[in-house]
Each structure stands twice: as C-alpha cells, then as structure tokens.
C-alpha cells in the first residue's frame, strides 16, 4: 500500500512563494513518475506539473509555467512543488498522485495512488 501526504500549502498574499511537500512511503517511490494536480472550488481537477522515475524531464500546465518547478528527492522518498509569484487563481487543494504511465501524463486517469491534498489560498 503507497501513502502519500501532502504539506507545505497555506495562505499567502498575490506575488508570494509556497513549497508544497509530498512524502510517499514504500520503496518503490523511484520506479514511478509523480505529479500534481489542483482542483479549485466548482472546477474540475487539473494538471499542474509532472516529473519522471529519475527527475530529468519535467512537464507543466500552461498556467504554470515559469512560475511553479516540480524536483524530488529520491533519497528522501519526497517530490516538490515550489510555487512563485502566486495569484488568487492559483487558489485550490494541491494533490500530489503516482503516475502509471512512463513518461508521466496530464491525465489524472493515468495516476494511481492519491494524497489528501493541502489548501493553498491565495490573497489579492
């Protein structure tokens, strides 16, 4: 059984910076791509970033590019989300999933375990 729980979100004022955490256990965390995903209130869950087995390619939604970078730590069984220059529409529950798929996709369909998800509001 994979757990994985998220930390890290919070509120912060448009323009500020958040580092969101997701700590999965069991042994295999290399063997898989991650990703995270955003769902914020009446929307449907979304893409946000994704990165493979080894952290060399990355992968991000429009929204996000240039402002957010996705990296793990292997070691450490723990991916990343760092989050800069935020805006209000960035308000959402962040989820981190383990993908399925190798390269890791958009599609949350192809992600099999979930965290929780961690608020991250953003303030304008």
């Known amino acids: 059984q994979v757990q994985l729980v998220e930390s890290g979100g919070g509120l912060v004022q448009a323009g500020g910076s958040l580092r969101l955490s997701c700590a999965a256990s069991?042994?295999?965390?290399?063997?898989?791509?991650m990703g995270w995903f955003r769902q914020a209130p009446g929307r449907e869950r979304e893409f946000v970033a994704s990165i493979s087995r080894s952290g060399g390619s990355t992968g991000y939604a429009d929204s996000v590019k240039g402002r957010f970078t996705i990296s793990r730590d292997n070691a450490k069984n723990t991916v990343y989300l760092q989050m800069n220059s935020l805006k209000p529409e960035d308000t959402a529950v962040y989820y981190c999933a383990r993908s399925t798929a190798m390269p890791p996709t958009t599609a949350s369909t192809e992600y099999d375990y979930w965290g929780q998800g961690t608020q991250v509001t953003v303030s304008s």
């Open positions: 069991g042994r295999s965390f290399s063997w898989f791509g």
